[in-house]
């Protein structure tokens, strides 16, 4: 394992399944120190199990926001090379069968959990003056 690596804690929201299963436990095999979030606690102990630190994380919630964060930033000395946003669901359908209201709680998500997180993770960034910051989506 790459100790440098270890050095450099990345946070992972929406590690449930898909994209960002596959971006906690690839860059855990790599060595990275990996913080994987998932919006229900049930659905952390598979990751437990693979020794990737998990923590609940809803982006429709500030308060879930900052107490993640400030878990992570706890446990790395306040330190943080890398957050790759990733969580979030997609909506099928043609738009005149959308109610409005599915897509408030999807923009809930996607736009103002993601906006709220990074706005907190940047001048974290900043005072380390390193890090990066990925704003994923999938097709959907």
């Known amino acids: 394992m790459n100790s440098e690596l270890k050095d450099r804690p990345v946070l992972i929201t929406g590690c449930s399944s898909g994209i960002g299963y596959l971006a906690a436990t690839s860059l855990h095999a790599r060595g990275y120190s990996v913080y994987a979030t998932t919006r229900k606690a049930a659905d952390t102990h598979l990751l437990s199990k693979l020794g990737i630190t998990t923590l609940q994380l809803d982006l429709d919630d500030k308060q879930s926001i900052e107490n993640a964060l400030a878990q992570v930033l706890d446990e790395t000395h306040g330190k943080l090379y890398g957050l790759f946003n990733n969580g979030g669901f997609g909506q099928g359908g043609a738009v005149e069968d959308l109610p409005t209201n599915a897509l408030r709680e999807q ?34």
Not at 113 to 124: D, K, M, N, Q, S
């Open 107 to 140: 923009f809930e998500t996607l736009v103002f959990g993601w906006h709220e997180l990074t706005r907190r993770v940047i001048p974290v960034m900043r005072n380390q003056g390193y890090g990066r910051i990925v704003q994923n989506s999938s097709v959907l």
